[in-house]
C-alpha cells in the first residue's frame, strides 16, 4: 500500500487516474497521459517516483502484471464452485504420503512384470486409453480394453506376467467385477483406481488407489463424478515407475 501522505494533490490525481485506468495508461505515451489529465509530464514523472519506478516504462509493466493478475483470478473465481471446488479437498491432502504404500507396492510389482492392460467402460475406458499412452510415453509395455466382453488371446490366459489394470468410479459395475475376478482366476495381477477403498473392486484388487472425491450422478443414473484425482493418479505412477 503506498502512502499518499507526501504526495502533492496533483500527484494524487495522477495516481487516482493510473490506477484506476490500467488499460489505458497501457497503450499511452507519458505526453499522451499528460494530455489525458490535463498536468505536465514532469508532475507524472514526480508520482511514478514516489510510487517508487524509476521510469514509465517500469510502472506500465507493473500495472499490466497486476491486470493479467486480477483477469486470471477473475477468471479462476468464476470456476470456484466448478472444477477448482471439486478438486480443492483432494490436493488439499498429503498425497505423496497418502498413496506412499501404493506407490511403493506398484512399482516394486512392474518391475516383475512384463506388460499392463487397462481396462475400463464409458468414461473409465477413456482413461484406460490415457493411462495406457501415458505408460507407453515412458517406454513401458502397455495396451488398453474398453469392452468387458471382448476374449482375450490363448497366450494371455494364465499370465501372471500381466497387471490388469482396472479404472472404475463406484467399482460395482457388474462387467467390471465379473473380469476382474476372470482375470485374477487367470492369474493377472487386479490393481485397479476407484472412488472408494470398500468397494467390490477394490476388495479384488491386490492394490487399490481409492480418491474419496464425493460421488456426483445426475440424471439418475448418469456418474460425472470428478476425474482430475484419476488423471493425477495414472500420471503419477507413469512417472514413478519411469523413474
Do not use: W
Not at 120 to 130: E, F, P, R
Not at 159 to 172: C, K, R
Request: charged residues 20%; proline residues 2%.
Amino acid at each position: 500500500m503506498i502512502d499518499l501522505k507526501d504526495f502533492t494533490p496533483t500527484e494524487i490525481l495522477i495516481y487516482n487516474y493510473l490506477v484506476s485506468h490500467v488499460n489505458e495508461v497501457a497503450k499511452l505515451s507519458i505526453r499522451q497521459l499528460a494530455d489525458t489529465i490535463h498536468v505536465s509530464s514532469a508532475s507524472i514523472m514526480r508520482c511514478i517516483k514516489k510510487m517508487g519506478f524509476d521510469s514509465f516504462y517500469a510502472l506500465k509493466f507493473e500495472l499490466k502484471q497486476q491486470s493479467e493478475k486480477a483477469k486470471c483470478q477473475q477468471f479462476a473465481k468464476g470456476f470456484d464452485t466448478e472444477i477448482f471446488t471439486l478438486n480443492r479437498e483432494f490436493f488439499n491432502r498429503p498425497l505423496l504420503q497418502q498413496y506412499s504404500q501404493e506407490f511403493k507396492s506398484f512399482k516394486q510389482l512392474a518391475q516383475e512384470v512384463n506388460n499392463i492392460m487397462f481396462f475400463g467402460i464409458g468414461t473409465s475406458g477413456i482413461l484406460a486409453q490415457y493411462g495406457a499412452r501415458q505408460f507407453s510415453n515412458f517406454g513401458i509395455n502397455a495396451v488398453y480394453n474398453i469392452d468387458p466382453f471382448y476374449p482375450l488371446s490363448d497366450r494371455l490366459k494364465q499370465n501372471s506376467q500381466t497387471i490388469a489394470f482396472m479404472l472404475s468410479v463406484s467399482g460395482e459395475t457388474s462387467q467390471n467385477i465379473d473380469q476382474a475376478v476372470r482375470l485374477k482366476e487367470k492369474k493377472f495381477h487386479v490393481v485397479s483406481i476407484t472412488d472408494n477403498s470398500y468397494c467390490t473392486l477394490a476388495k479384488l484388487s491386490e492394490i487399490n488407489f481409492a480418491y474419496n472425491i464425493q460421488p456426483e450422478v445426475i440424471k439418475d443414473t448418469l456418474n460425472v463424478t470428478t476425474q482430475i484425482p484419476v488423471i493425477y493418479i495414472l500420471e503419477s505412477l507413469a512417472r514413478n515407475f519411469a523413474s
